[in-house]
């Protein structure tokens, strides 16, 4: 309740700022109106008296000086100074939640698992005593859903909501929600509006029909309190990879670019994180990365004419997560290594060049691209120092948090490293918040 009614209070002073500022620039006007006002009145009067001397022959005309009417001085409005006090309360809400998590909390708050992986059931269909325990003792960055967990309406929507209110911190609730074969809940024994294959929307040419597309999905997995879908595919369908056919909205990088932005915007609106997946892009790639390593022979200048355009687009249009891939592309970091183990990939090309400051997260560390060569522990570690925010899904969890965790303690990897990913994480889970009680402007 205490944070309820403080972002209340950021709302009304966020309403109050941009009256302010509203009426600065009403101010402002008025100012430019009188002056210009005074000045032509001056001009005209002096035009009126030499012109009504002239005629009287009173004095040659070349002997007549005007008079400079000078505007009189009218004192500039005091402009004040502010601090965004968004952004401030944004950030102070941040640094308030960094400073109560324990070193322990932080490197748990890293990964998004499946409730399985914390709970040790085989099906996890409920979320009762067993969660509430496992998130007390792993203070889990998010929670991600398959239709093995779904059976009713009620029974997920309860599910999802106990999972929320048994985290001590904000926690995200996702779930892999494409359109077509690759949705979750459509494709379970809940009813909803089912959405096309993005091969399908995108062979109409119609952005609308993307935007119309995701908001639909958005607004059923608004319905049962997730918070982000692990969609929009963002590659592009370059090769006959089997995997990315019917996933991908097509073999054209502008049209690509366009659906995702569209795509986006229907998730956004209906309150829901979209992450855009999987860079630096899948569809160029032979072979599965689930079963076993997946290379792109690309070079860097390709990827920035093809690849990195639907990326870019969506990184401009407000992503807030982008999903790194299990793609091995050796003309770009040197070796075989998976992209989202790769620091080349994740901050000189993702970070620095594209420009992306949101948070990166792996796709599934469960993957044989992943566990045929690394175990869960190097992984997780190779991630965060590749520069990667979240790990997904590691196929041993308690392994990877140890081993995360054991190597900020020894030193292998600096807290403040995890911090930064924190404040990341943080920053777009409190802006969500703060988005939910932003009031209106009338």
Known sequence: MKD??????????????????????????????????????GFLGNNYVAKKAMEK?????????????????????????????????????????????????????????TPESITGVDKAVIAGKGTQEALNTY????????????????????????????SKY????????????????????????????????????DDNEAYEAYSTIGSYLKEYNLNVDFAPVADIATTNNEMFKKRAFGSDATLVSTMIVASMNGLHEQGINACLKHF?????????????????????????????????????????FVMVGQ????????????????????????????????????????????????????????AINAGADMILMPENFKEAYQGLLDAVKDGTITEERINESIRRIYRVKCESEMVLTIEPIE
């Open 4 to 41: 309820e009614n403080r972002m209340l209070d950021l709302s009304r002073r966020q309403y109050r700022r941009k009256r302010r500022i509203r009426n600065q620039v009403i101010s402002y006007i008025s100012l430019l109106v009188i002056m210009v006002g005074l000045v032509g009145v």
């Open 57 to 113: 022959n009173t004095i040659p005309a070349e002997n007549i000086v005007e008079d400079v009417v000078e505007p009189p001085v009218v004192s500039e409005p005091e402009i004040v100074e502010e601090v965004d006090e968004q952004e401030q309360m944004l950030m102070e809400l941040v640094d308030s939640y960094l400073s109560q998590m324990t070193l322990e909390e932080k490197v748990a708050g890293l990964f998004m698992v």
């Open 327 to 382: 793609i091995s592309a050796p003309n770009v970091i040197g070796d075989n290594s998976p992209a989202s183990l790769s620091y080349t990939m994740i901050t000189n090309v993702l970070r620095n060049e594209l420009g992306f400051q949101g948070i990166v997260i792996t796709d599934s560390m469960s993957m044989a691209a992943i566990t045929d060569y690394y175990t869960s522990k190097e992984a997780s570690i190779k």
């Open 139 to 166: 203070a889990v960055g998010g929670i991600i859903y398959f239709s093995k967990n779904i059976q009713s309406v009620d029974q997920f929507k309860k599910m999802v909501t106990n999972t929320k209110d048994f």
């Open 280 to 320: 630096p892009g899948h569809g160029s790639t032979e072979g599965d990365s689930h079963e076993g390593i997946s290379i792109t022979n690309r070079t860097i200048d390709e990827m920035r004419s093809n690849e990195f355009l639907p990326f870019t687009a969506g990184i401009s249009a407000g992503a807030n």
């Open 170 to 205: 904000p926690i995200f609730l996702g779930i892999d929600e494409e359109g077509g074969s690759v949705s979750r809940i459509a494709n379970s024994s809940i009813s909803v509006t089912k959405v096309a294959e993005p091969v399908e929307i995108g062979a109409t040419q």
